[in-house]
């Protein structure tokens, strides 16, 4: 995630970091050697004129903005989807930590009696993240979890589940233990049904895409667009033509660009949620409820967060 | 479900395989045919000069743009629900069977004796895969239900309902038997009740679906258009004209081709869900919870998932 | 609601029962004499010379998008929450009975004692089906629910949420002989809260229209543009005014009359929802589940149900 | 709310009462002048000719529908919130009165006893009324109420709330005289927690309108737009000038007012909720249920109902 | 917040106050002189004719469109779900206080004792406004809560978390301590998981904001095309240039400022949430309920209240 301010509206035209214009300048310039090669010979390929003009133009106006219009909206619901998904991860992880921290207690209790519960709340938020970014989760729940368990978990597919059947085990254990009842025991099971939700909402973003045919043809119609768009306008516009057609370009390839990054919310890339951020912020505010020493330095500075 | 991976730029505008360009070809040709024809006779018809233009389809415009962005919207609205429902169906199981793997116990209990509850979720599953396509039951039935619960349940017609029931009955068995109290057993319930929503909802996206006269406009809408396009389009640009019609007739028809595959998500089309493989995941994450072997292989290798 | 299933691309173009063309046919043969004749005139009315051009209908093109869009966007979303209200009281009316039937025992409970309590999930959902098609629910009620019961609901205004009382009353009584314990209880009320917000919603619907003022504005531009329309055409595409008119007049006149009948969808108009039919399916699923004998047929032949 | 009827298309056209012509007559009459002052003078202005054309309307008309489609978007989803939150308000007291009616008894319970409760139920709904309208509450209040707490409440400011307060007392006196359990008080008590959401929902629409901003714009936008659309109709349209700019004039400031009255649904319009109705329907309802006698008269005859 | 009312439609015209012309004031003025200074010199600049015209600028609008119309809605709907997120902190903290009121009762119950409880649900309120505004709670946290408990929350980094912790504590002693079964308390609990979710959502709001990208893209293409548009005018419309560009150029300039300002909604900004004067709101509410003394005045009169 990209978390610059927005600056002065004049110093926000020359922006370069954090603008995707890094990753569609070679085709942006592709396009505006090709309309200046267009300007210089008229129009003519082969000897043959390409009469268009920006009527024709109007016409395929309409399925662009609908395949862009569509496209982007439905990639940012999967994103902004995704992000309230770890919204609800933190918030219904600190319900259930206030839930044990508060009630689950009796008469021989001793001091951190909770703290493996509150360990588990927090390898459940790493194991999610390795388990969407595809990454080796071995050295969280190492240094979370106990070690045989940890052991056991790392030779499963789905973590995050089997870290919530623990949960629910060792609230279990309390009741039978006497420092439970059933009725506040069930209370608290409501939020690892959220949390089920939570994990099965991340997986779901990740395993279906938006259908591809979706992405195949919002590319074809941009790029074939913006590649014909010279012979439409140089009649008209004659040297001004690279310059609209390479502002006209830019819009509709950047707009694609961020389609196809932020639709995958769970990735790597600049604009992609920041999982890393977002799980230290579950473990610190976690920790602090439960009293526990909290490592120093959450958040890194830097205009991009991971 | 198409599983392509988003290529390089260039490489995209000549997909073929996940394009729908496969399904629209024939129509496509002739369009492309007919435009040729047109040209070659300057629009005239029977001696008679069509004499249209570009501005009189932009009134058009107006209405295209309203059909084919509604009925996208709606489709895929349809498509994402009925892909919600079953990362609902997945969700709500495996919060099925952590709540009865860690809640149902006794002094007494057996090794495996919620083993039943476990396979009715799995059941379920599959029993709604085959009401949704259509597809007959009885192998997955057979294989993972007792004989004459799965003898009954093949007579009836309603079937993940009454494996809903066949699990409140198991539950209300184990309070009988003093495995469970009545508080857990009506948590647990919640879930039932969820998984009775999603039954539902996938029933409904099933048996209703867009109001059909969307259909027949958008569908003649698009193809009036099409067609006459070539006349609007000769006296100005020429020899361009098919080209340009077929692009922009491309553009409409394979949106319409989109809109009609994923309108209906439980079909067996190219872009439809892959209630298999989501099946088999159930199965697979269900059965490692509760510790049971699991089949080997979830994921076919291959471009297209059912 | 009309069943057919999409044809042919081809046939698709032709198809008359299911269209709303027979509805609109007589204002858009109206509007076709009528840009004949201003052609024949060559746009002279009453020898003033009436002189339009496209550009100027773009122009109101804007305002018509917007309204043609939104009431569009809105009438579907009317019908759609009408048939996901209808979804719930299938997928509700499921749950309670499942939980009566798997929850509500005791050493004495006699077969069938439970069949009071289906028979009225069952009225609940004839009741109102009759109270939002202004029908009379006597025949039904007088079937299924006791005669000393059935007539003194029949005397009343809010039927279905008398039947949800007896549910609940019936609840009472199973409570104080025995049955149910008030956990159990309490989670089946649950169940009878959520048919109460299928019900009131239904009601919603029905007494609150879309406001008034949209339908006056989306007819009276709809209208005004289409019969102001030829003589916009008429100079630049001359004999072909009648034909491009009757295209474009016919998608506006189409979707606003889709719009008036899926606004309201508990009528009885073709495109409606077929509130018939899936009472049927509540009375079958829920008898199928009880076990009790199941009328033969549900689904009747034919291409709209109702 | 205007609760006419749709009428035959050709009569919608000339409907006066429900739609809101009637308010910006003056409005519209002053462009329709304007136009013919312009179109008398061939839009010359001071000796200066204002030559603007369409083309240059075109490029205003996005900015015209991204805002008439916004503004028209955020005002109905306040009004079909608004409508949602009283629906809940009806289906909530409903659930709440059938729970105690049915559930609240003891063997002394003698008849009427749950009167106050019911009473309590129906002056909510017509407290929260007279808080949106900022109406007196007093007469209502005094009707339904007991003198004393009548007195009381009609002293404080936000009277609903307190009003669910004193239902959750008096559940709570039930539960001391043991007519009530703990699980079915708290049962009970979720309605209550809905409640207290329908009066923040009403209150959270009435306090914070769409921002000012926006209505600034939009109606900027609107009245420029129009007033200067003469001088780009005149070379090319000319004496139809009038005609077309006051019809197009029309279509947008028709919006403009719609908007304008939606976007605050609890007040005195034509097109607001009809908040009087829904109490008298709430009361009847709730009345109905309890056995008590239902004054005779709800809905009051006329097009429109406040 | 602006609470201004609309005024007659002829004052909106020439309101300033509330309006945002005063920000981008400097820019539009800019812009005029610019497109002055372009009709000047015919559109000729270093001596080259900028040949443009108003159908290269159509094709633009398409995107530019796009991009307004979604950066618009996603800022609204933040807006929007931030002022609902308050509704519910208002509602929710109703809820808490009504059930503890009302519920939380013994024998030996003394006046007052659940004000420490009513107090928490007030600064709780606070914290979170301090949190998402980055100021100090000293001031606030110390006069409501006790010294011990406010100095250790100062030291903390997610305050109303803490809060909420704090008051889930309070109910167990209550529990311990025989004012309390489990059930309620795990009734009231619920409210507590509903308040957590509010401050989530606050938090997700706040620290994610729209991705970087759309703000770059969304500017750069407002702002170039208002620089540009002077030389698609200029040939057409003549000296009415300057007044169309700096028409058209407010109405985006303008609608980009909105975006810019009600996309982050916890501001301080005149458009941004009245954070203040919902946090009053709330300790004044929940007061009145506990019969607590009110503070005198609420709403300070003014424009804008934030």
Known sequence: MITRKRENWLRMLFIWRGSVLSK???????LALFSVFIYQYHGVLFHYKIALNPAAFTLVGVALAIFLGFCNSAAYDRYW????????????????VRQVLAYVTSADSQAGHTNLFVQLAIANAYALKHQLRNTNPAGDLNRLLPTSL??????????????????????????????LDA?????????????????????????????????VLLHRTVYIYCFMLPFGLVDSIGWMTPVMVT?????????????????????????????NAMSLTIEH????????????NVWLPGPIID
Chains 1, 2, 3, 4, 5 share one sequence.
């Open 150 to 179: 940890s052991a056991t978990l790392l030779q499963r597919q789905f973590i995050p589940v089997l870290i919530l059947k623990e949960m629910a085990v060792w609230l279990k254990i309390q009741e039978q233990q006497g420092r």
């Open 285 to 296: 505010s976690l920790l602090e409820m439960a009293g526990l020493p909290v490592p120093p």
């Open 247 to 275: 502002f006209i370009g830019y819009t509709f390839m950047a707009l694609d660009a961020i389609v196809e990054e932020i639709s995958e919310p769970f990735g790597n890339e600049p604009n992609d949620l920041a999982l």
């Open 81 to 96: 989807e995704g992000r309230k998904l770890w919204g609800a991860l933190l918030t219904d992880s600190r319900s259930l």
């Open 24 to 30: 569609i300048l070679p085709r942006l310039l592709l």
């Open 183 to 215: 009725i506040t025991k069930m209370g608290i099971d409501q939020n690892l049904d959220k949390l089920s939700s939570v994990v099965g909402g991340c997986e779901r973003i990740k395993n279906t895409p938006i259908p591809f045919p979706y992405h």
